[in-house]
């Protein structure tokens, strides 16, 4: 199973620019995550922030989309 | 099942799925600590933080000037004890508590080192549980006073964290020394004396004080302006009236309600609130209200009057039917009147003014003592006894262990003795009962554990609001003593999410 896997991760990246979509992915991800958070830190106020600073997060989704515009 | 997913699904969607499972995850993580479904958790803070990110749960220790955190790293000789823990070098000290939801009990652990003097041996933390007034539900940390006591008086255990101390060994157990208490014939006490005989600490006993057969009780008119929160004992004796004028200040924007109960044994037997409608906050013209309060008194006894006012509220007029009249631990004599006397029993008078109007020179007990800087509490100790208090200007907050009134007649402490940091083991307490637990220490720290009740505690915005206070510690008298705190723990506890359904249907 764990061949299977690796083969079909080798035949996808053959195939298409593997890096870029999970670049990409990876920024949607961030960009949800950030939203969804914002969005709970709203009606909860504090459930996030007592945990996590955003601006931390904030900055790995600007890092995130930054890279992913140098690259295009 | 598996094996079509790895190899025939795209790689794309399997990405996706696998980030969106690590969303909801993350997502479902955050609801489950908002919630806290089993109804138990513990946040703590300790110093230094870490590799924490987020602000925590226990923060915004003020005010800064009492803390020197803000030392961190300013040099690199000697300042890494600072970066390593809050250091205390002024009391009180609050701070907050966010809890994403409501718990009924907190206990508190903490652990510190103490640089702190023969001065302040009393360390305690405490919770806000009336944001009108401003009182807090205090526990003991630390007292230096039982820790020595208890190694040189003979001790009896009693439940819990209790015990008995007394001065000679009178007694062989708990229950043999409480026989006696409550029949008042304990062993090396004068009659009638027993509540000068025993000190209490985080300890209550039912008052029992009787007005002398040969003393009267007469009605009394208190015309003299107080400012703020204030408690009374007033001893009453058939039927009997509280009649109040208030004026609200209208200084501040916050609605200013006034709320009067009048307890007997612990329970409420009458209670008035008059709510602010606030129509005219900030203003600064003053609105005069009224509140009147009337029973009967089945047992002549000692009732405490709690005024539960903010400070924008003054107290202008107590008319009474008693004038057996004592207000306890605090006096906000206000409105610039001249050469007020007051009589008290406090032995460790703080006198504190914001008013530089009202700075003076003050007699307590016979001595002048200089109050001469504003937002400073001073200490001035005397002896045991009434003694007298004269104010050459008001406005000045007077408080300590004991009480207060404006005659000598008015004056009586119907409480038991209570050890604060003034406490002299040869001044006439023959036994202390004490809720306490002295600190464990291990590797030059101290840890020790306070236990709150947290449903009824004031929460506003999610936060509970604690304080530490260490009494004495100031650094204005240049001891350079402080309190070092490593680590807070809350324990709390409250309803888990079963419950709570369960009182739903």
């Known amino acids: 199973m764990p061949l299977s896997f690796y083969m ?8 298409t620019p593997i890096l870029k979509i999970i670049k990409q992915e990876i920024f949607y991800f961030l960009s949800i995550l950030l939203a969804a958070f914002i969005v709970l830190e709203v009606i909860w ?3 996030i922030l007592v945990y996590l600073n955003l601006n931390w997060l904030l900055v790995l989704w600007l890092i995130s989309g930054i890279t992913l515009l140098i690259k295009k | 099942m598996l094996k079509p997913f790895l190899t025939k699904w795209p790689f794309l969607f399997k ?3 696998f980030l969106g499972v690590v969303l909801l995850v993350l997502i479902g993580l955050f609801l489950y600590l908002k919630i806290v479904p089993g109804g138990q958790i513990t946040y703590s803070r300790s110093w230094p933080r870490g590799l924490a990110t987020g602000k925590g749960f226990i923060y915004d220790f003020k005010p800064g000037e009492r803390t020197a955190i803000n030392d961190i790293g300013d040099s690199d000789s000697g300042t890494k004890a600072n970066r390593d823990s809050l250091r205390i070098i002024a009391e009180p000290v609050y701070f907050s508590l966010f809890t994403p939801r409501q718990f009924n009990r907190a206990i508190m652990t903490i652990t510190y080192r103490d640089n702190l003097s023969s001065t302040t041996p009393i ?6 549980k009336d944001k009108i007034s401003g009182f807090y539900d205090l526990q003991p940390v630390q007292n230096n006073i039982l820790d020595k006591l208890g190694s040189d008086w003979s001790r009896l255990e009693d439940s819990g964290r209790s015990f008995i101390l007394q001065a000679a060994k009178n007694y062989s157990s708990a229950a043999e020394f409480k026989r006696d208490l409550a029949s008042g014939n304990l062993k090396d006490c004068p009659a009638g004396k027993i509540t000068a005989c025993v000190a209490l600490y ?12 040969n003393q009267t009780s007469a009605p009394l008119v208190i015309n003299q302006p107080l400012r703020g929160a204030h408690q009374f004992y007033v001893y009453f004796n058939g039927p009997w009236h509280l009649d109040f004028d208030f004026t609200d200040l209208n200084l501040d924007q916050a609605a200013d309600p006034i709320i009067v109960d009048v307890s007997f044994d612990d329970k409420i037997v009458a209670s008035q609130t008059l709510p602010d409608e606030n129509k005219a906050p900030i203003s600064g ?17 000692v009732y405490k009057v709690d005024i539960r006012v903010s400070d924008d509220i003054v107290i202008n007029k107590i008319d009474s039917s008693s004038d057996k009249l004592s207000f306890i631990n605090k006096i906000w004599p206000v409105s610039g009147s001249k050469n007020l006397t007051l009589f008290t029993d406090v032995t460790d008078l703080q006198a504190q003014t914001s008013s530089p109007a009202s700075l003076q020179s003050l007699s307590f007990g016979g001595r002048r003592l200089a109050l001469d800087k504003t937002y400073e509490p001073f200490n001035f100790l005397a002896g045991a006894g009434v003694k007298e208090i004269k104010l050459e200007k008001d406005d000045v907050v007077l408080a300590g262990n004991g009480v207060f009134s404006f005659s000598s007649h008015s004056l009586f402490n119907p409480n038991w003795q209570k050890i604060d940091r003034s406490f002299s083991s040869t001044a006439g307490a023959k036994y202390i009962i004490a809720g306490y637990q002295a600190p464990r220490v291990k590797n030059g720290l101290k840890t020790t554990q306070a236990e709150f009740n947290l449903s009824d505690a004031y929460r506003e915005n999610g936060k509970y609001t604690f304080l530490i206070s260490v009494p004495g510690l100031k650094t204005s008298d240049g001891t350079g003593d402080y309190l070092e705190i490593k680590e807070i723990k809350l324990e709390l506890a409250g309803k888990t999410i079963f419950q709570k359904i369960k009182e739903l249907f």
């Not at chain 1, 079909?8 to 195939?15: C, L």
């Not at chain 2, 985080?202 to 057969?213: G, K």
């Open chain 1, 8 to 15: 079909s991760i080798s035949k996808t990246i053959r195939q």
């Open chain 1, 45 to 47: 106020p504090n459930i």
């Open chain 2, 15 to 17: 990405f996706r799925l």
């Open chain 2, 123 to 128: 360390i305690e933390a405490g919770v806000l």
């Open chain 2, 202 to 213: 985080n300890y209550s006993l039912p008052i029992s004080y009787r007005l002398p057969e």
């Open chain 2, 285 to 301: 013209e003053p609105e005069n209200r009224s509140l009147a309060l009337k029973g009967n008194s089945l047992a002549a006894g």
